[in-house]
């Protein structure tokens, strides 16, 4: 016989000043994570931290801190937009800004003292215009494309040409070379050798002409992967968060995840066989059990697709989905013998007792990567900076 604990001592109310759902940065683990990537450039290589996309859904500026904090003295970007924000939160260090601008954003780069990145010569005739009203040079990096296929440009004579234009320009400053991998997290492959092999010979016919020129390949997988592809500089956002570039533990790396998604259980109720949870009733009860309801769901960013797919942690046990994940609420089956009671904390992503959840584990369940499901995270879930 099952034991069912009465229902009177599931009635308390939860408590007061609690959040729905919280999401817990620990910025003690991103400057871990920033000095452990830091340790890894041997040879005076320097760390820049990506924080773009509100630092991969951890919190942009707070993370930029504790990253500078573990050693990093760059920060990296995609947009201009994200650049004026550090600006105004004081940050000194040279910010990156990775991605392709408007002539609009261009200006709003270079007027915040950002590096911008240009692979084409009438985009840095442009950033020159904007630069020639200031007192400061605009600081450029030229994208060669080696196998990416994305930004760049793949014609390194093309890419030489820029370079010129930029060192030859009064009003701009050529500072970087740099690529991007298409395969780094894919150990094994030979098209990241070919990019890296590529790369190379571009830096050194530039370094030829412009000595003090840096070069920056590496984002987090290839900073593991090799040590040749570490250059002046790597641009590392994932394991900055703790998160593994390779979908693996991170603690095999010496990561430390840094985000942990917490809520709460708001009802626990009793199901009869046969009873069902949620919306198109995906999930029934094949016998008498318990159901404990977590009051967030993809109106949070915890995702629809994980209806009847994830785990929990409620009471340092693992706890399965039941049914389909609604805007915000989800249902979780907490068995027939079970002393759970409302306001009990609901681990998401995290560690409860000897449990714990990882974010690659929630990635693969969803059959993403491990950026997607902490940058999915919505701005309905408040993030919490917890210094060590
Ligand atoms: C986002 C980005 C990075 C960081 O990559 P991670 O895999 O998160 O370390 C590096 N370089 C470029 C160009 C990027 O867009």
């Known amino acids: 016989m099952p034991t069912i604990p009465a229902a009177a001592a599931r009635a308390a109310v939860p408590t007061p000043g609690a959040e729905r759902a919280l999401a817990r940065v620990d910025l003690g683990a991103v400057e871990q994570n920033s000095a452990r990537l830091r340790s890894l450039l041997a040879g005076g290589g320097e760390l820049c931290a990506v924080v773009k996309a509100d630092g991969y859904g951890h919190g942009m500026v707070p993370c930029a801190r504790a990253a500078v904090a573990g050693g990093a003295s760059w920060l990296g970007v995609a947009t201009a937009a994200e650049a004026v924000e550090l600006r105004a939160a004081d940050f000194e260090v040279p910010i990156l ?38 007192t400061t040079r605009a600081r450029v990096h030229v994208k060669l494309d080696t196998g990416m296929g994305r930004l760049g440009t793949a014609d390194p004579v093309e890419a030489r ?5 930029v060192a030859g320009d009064a009003r701009l400053e050529l500072v970087g070379l740099m690529t991007h991998f298409a395969t780094a997290d894919e150990r094994g492959d030979d098209h990241f050798p070919a990019q890296l092999e590529r790369f190379r010979a571009f ?10 020129v840096i070069a920056h390949a590496a984002n987090s997988a290839a900073v593991f992967r090799d040590p040749a592809a570490h250059f002046d500089l790597a641009r590392c956002g994932i394991a900055v968060y703790g998160l593994d ?10 990561l430390e995840p840094a985000l942990a998604l917490e809520s709460h259980l708001a009802a626990v109720k009793r199901f009869e066989p046969g009873w069902s949870a949620g919306y198109g009733r995906t999930w029934r009860a094949e016998r008498t059990t318990w159901v404990g ?9 915890w995702r629809r697709g994980l209806s009847n797919r994830a785990d929990v942690l409620v009471g340092g046990r693992r706890c399965p989905l039941a049914g389909t994940v609604s805007m915000d ?41 491990n950026y997607e499901v902490t940058c999915g995270l919505l701005p309905r879930v408040p993030r919490l900076h917890e210094a060590r």
């Open 245 to 254: 570039p390779f979908g693996e533990d991170p603690a095999a790396r010496g």
């Open 293 to 301: 309801i977590v009051p967030l769901g993809y109106g949070d960013g």
């Open 203 to 212: 830096v050194d016919e530039i370094r030829s002409a412009h000595p003090a």
């Open 329 to 369: 609420n989800v249902a979780v089956e907490l068995g027939s013998e079970t002393d759970a009671r409302v306001g009990d904390p609901v681990v998401l992503i995290g560690a409860q007792g000897e449990q714990r959840i990882l974010c690659e584990e929630v990635a693969q369940r969803l059959g993403t990567i």
């Open 161 to 165: 040409a820029v370079c010129e234009l």
């Open 97 to 134: 800004v990775q991605g392709a601008l408007t002539r609009t954003e261009a200006r709003a780069a270079v007027e915040a003292g950002a590096d911008v990145v240009a692979w084409r010569e009438g985009f840095a005739r442009a950033v020159a215009a904007e630069a020639g009203a200031g």
